[in-house]
C-alpha cells in the first residue's frame, strides 16, 4: 500500500503542474498527498472491508468444525454407551425369556436355574425363544424305560436326550403359570403343537398333569386330539401304574412312561422335544 501512495506522489510530482512559486508547490503538494490518502484509505477500507468478509468466513467455517467434533464426540460416547450396554447384557446372567432370539445366537442354552437347583435346556430360537425344555428324544441314546424315582428326579443329558423330571416340572408350575409347547418330527414332518397352559401337582398327587385345551398347532393332524387326550392323567411308569386302563400298565406296554390316560402313546416320532414358557 505505502509503495503504490509513494509511486502516485512520485507520479504527481513527475506530471503535475509543478509551478515555480514555492506556495503553490505546497499547494499541489498538499492536494496530491490528500489524493493520495483518499486513495489509501478507500484501497484499506475496502481491504479491510474484505478482510472482514474472509474473517466471517473462517469464523463459520471454524463454528461448523467446532460442531462437527462435537458431534463426532457425542457419536462416540453413544457409541460408548451401547457398547458398554452390551457388555453389561452380557455380563447378566442370561434368562430363559420369550424374545431371546435376537440375543442369543444358539439355538439353545444351558442355564443354571435356582427355582429348581438344576440346570435346564433352553430353547432360545422356536417362535422367539424362551422354552424350558423338559423331555427331548432326538438321539435315541438314552432307554427312557425308567422307573419311578427316576422320571422324578429326571435323567439323561441336556445336551442329548433327557427327562429334566417331573418334581422339578411340580416346582415350575407351582411357582408360575407355563404354556406347553411340543415339537415333533415323524414321517419327514415337521409338527408342533402349543397348549395355553401346563400344570403339573406334586408327587402325592402322582404329578397329575393339567392341560387347557390344544390351542394350535399341526400336531393334531396325526393324532386327531393333539395330548389333549392326557389332560388329567396321572403319572405311570412300569414300577407304578397309576393310568385308568384296566389290567393294562401302559408304561410297560409302551415301553417308556407318560401320563396316560387312555393307553395312547404317539409312536411315530423320531424327534420330540417338550418345552414349556412362563407366560
Ligand atoms: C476514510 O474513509 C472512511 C470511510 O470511507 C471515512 O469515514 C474516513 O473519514 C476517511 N478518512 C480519511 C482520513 O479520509
Ligand atoms: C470410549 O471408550 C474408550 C475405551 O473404553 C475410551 O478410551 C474412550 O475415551 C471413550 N470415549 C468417550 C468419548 O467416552
Ligand atoms: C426371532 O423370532 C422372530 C419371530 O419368530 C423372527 O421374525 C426373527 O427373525 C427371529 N430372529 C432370530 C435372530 O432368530
Ligand atoms: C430306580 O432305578 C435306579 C437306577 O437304575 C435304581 O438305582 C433305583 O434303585 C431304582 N429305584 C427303585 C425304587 O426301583
Redesign the pocket.
Known sequence: MASVGILLIVLALATGNISADAQDVDKGIGELLATA??FL??T??RLLEQSLEHLHRVEALWDRLTELEHNMISSRLDSNQTLSNLESREQKPPVCERGMNETVSEPFIILADDSIGKQIRCDAHTDTGGWIVFQRRAVGDVDFYRNWTEYRDGFGSLSGDFWLGNEALHKLTKEHSYELRIDFYADGQVYYAQYPTITVEDEENKYRLGLDPYSEGTLGEITGSGLSYSDRGSFSTFDQDNNDYPNVNCAVSNHGAWWWYNGRVHRYATFTEMKMRRV
Open positions: 490518502m483518499n484509505n478507500q484499506l477500507s
